[in-house]
């Protein structure tokens, strides 16, 4: 069955780096387009970044462009999402979730918790 | 950027009622591309309808979704036990994606 699991969250102090990653398995990963979506605590879902499924082609939400930047590796089968000068506002939930050939998420990880704080 | 508001903020209710959740759009939404994800607290959302009225694989038939444009709606026939929860409605139709901002429904 198709699994996505998230890693690497934690908690980092404000200006540092920190990397995500999600591991795919269950389905042909060269196939799909992958995002990465946050949840703050207690607050709703924020579109992050899409990566094309060949890794080509990126995008991110303005509040995060140029301090993120998503990438693949499609020998691992994984997506990255590489965060830089974080703030205390980019603390969140942040999700993996697959696009389909229809262009909706129909499927999502667990999510990884990062906590910005000094 | 489209903007996605939903209405109300909290809808109280008693299982076996009906619940009506709205979503609008500040644009219309690109070949009906909206989607409504049930979310239960620290899980991962679940995709309940796309397209704004295709229901996904393996939801109940009390979940319904319609509407076209500006203005849709999920509603949910009789409420189950597991269906108190967060409801997203979610537009995948023009860059960026974006959400609303969710709509909870909770025990009466």
């Known amino acids: 069955q198709v699994q996505l699991v998230e890693s690497g969250g934690g908690l980092v102090q404000p200006g540092r780096s920190l990397r995500l990653s999600c591991a795919a398995s269950?389905?042909?990963?060269?196939?799909?387009?992958l995002h990465w979506v946050r949840q703050a605590p207690g607050k709703g879902l924020e579109w992050v970044a899409v990566?094309?499924?060949?890794?080509?082609?990126?995008y991110y939400a303005d509040f995060v462009k140029g301090r993120f930047t998503i990438s693949r590796d499609n020998s691992r089968d994984t997506v990255y999402l590489q965060m830089s000068s974080l703030r205390p506002e980019d603390t969140a939930v942040y999700f993996c979730a697959r696009e389909n050939d229809f262009y909706f998420f129909d499927y999502w990880g667990q999510g990884t918790l990062v906590t910005v704080s000094s | 950027e489209i903007v996605l508001t939903q209405s109300p903020g909290t809808l109280s209710l008693s299982p076996g009622e009906r619940a009506t959740l709205s979503c609008r759009a500040s644009q219309s939404v690109s070949s009906n591309h909206l989607a409504w994800y049930q979310q239960k607290a620290g899980q991962a959302p679940r995709l309940l309808i796309h397209g704004a009225s295709s229901r996904a694989t393996g939801i109940p038939d009390r979940f319904s979704g319609s509407g076209s444009g500006t203005d849709f709606t999920l509603t949910i026939s009789r409420l189950e036990p597991e269906d108190f929860a967060v409801y997203y409605c979610h537009q995948y139709g023009r860059s960026p994606r974006a959400f609303g901002q969710g709509t909870k429904v909770e025990i009466k």
């Open positions: 269950g389905f042909s990963f060269t196939t799909y387009p």
């Open positions: 990566v094309s499924y060949d890794g080509r082609n990126e």
